[in-house]
């Protein structure tokens, strides 16, 4: 699969707190009405100064582990006028959440699935366990809902946009006990798989090319490719072509 670049410097694309990319006013689109955000990896925290200009939220936490993008956060609250109701805090991960924050939700845009995961796994001790998920990785999906299935939380809503010629998906979470999901549903989504929309069927087909064509090198492959790589790319194809034989 092409690689999805990392979502920062959003202020290239001529995008500010008033007008947010598609990817982010989906991902505003399912922070409840009076959360408490915490926007971790602000970045230049258009999301939570939007909604926050838009009376959609009653505070919000920006953090930021690097220094550029922190103060750039800080300079959009400042501008903005809000820094009596959005807390810019320098803080790796979670580690940006304090107790009298009283956090309700949080979201986690433009990095890896597996980041994002590895943000919740150490950052475990700052979830109460009742705040609402909205994650938006850029690929790595999978292991991102293996985290969230192994937490018990359940997945309440899955979107998938194309924006800028790359596959967005947006997964949204709340603890709820146990929950299983099988190896596909990980792999696609269990919404996802239910909704099949165009955007979803787009982009799996674009998927089974690219995997059926690295299986069509490997086979040419000088070098002898680990068997269970192949495997894994073959049960991938497997998946994927009985996904899309059902429309």
């Known amino acids: 699969m092409p690689k999805v670049p990392d979502i920062r410097g959003e202020k290239e694309q001529q995008l500010n707190e008033q ?3 598609m990817r982010l006013e989906r991902v505003a689109a399912h922070v409840p009405a009076g959360a408490r955000l915490a926007d971790i990896g602000s970045d230049h925290g258009y999301l939570p100064v939007a909604l926050m200009r838009r009376g ?3 505070a919000a936490v920006a953090g930021e582990v690097a ?3 922190f103060r750039s956060a800080e300079r959009t609250v400042r501008e903005n006028g809000l820094d009596s109701q959005i807390t810019v805090r320098l803080g790796n991960g979670l580690a940006a959440i304090e107790p009298q924050d009283r956090i309700t939700a949080i979201s986690i845009c433009g990095m890896g699935g597996e980041t994002i ?3 919740l796994d150490s950052g475990k001790a700052h979830l109460s366990g009742q705040e609402r998920l909205i994650l938006q990785p850029n690929g790595g999906e999978q292991p991102l809902r ?3 299935m192994e937490n018990n939380y359940c997945i309440l809503c899955e979107e998938l946009l194309r924006e800028n010629r790359f596959d967005y998906e947006i997964i949204v979470a709340e603890r709820a006990g146990p929950v299983i999901y ?3 549903e990980l792999y696609f989504g269990p919404l996802q798989m239910q909704a099949r929309s165009p955007a ?3 982009k799996w087909r674009r998927i089974l090319r690219h995997k059926q064509q690295t299986l069509s090198q490997f086979a040419r492959a000088r070098q002898e490719v680990p068997e269970e790589k192949r495997q894994e790319i073959a ?3 497997r998946w994927i072509s009985e996904l899309l034989a059902c429309e």
């Open 19 to 21: 007008t947010l990319s």
């Open 56 to 58: 959609t939220i009653a």
């Open 67 to 69: 220094l550029t993008p």
């Open 117 to 119: 995961r590895d943000i």
């Open 146 to 148: 293996q985290w969230l």
């Open 182 to 184: 099988s190896d596909e």
């Open 200 to 202: 979803f069927l787009g």
């Open 235 to 237: 049960r991938q194809v």
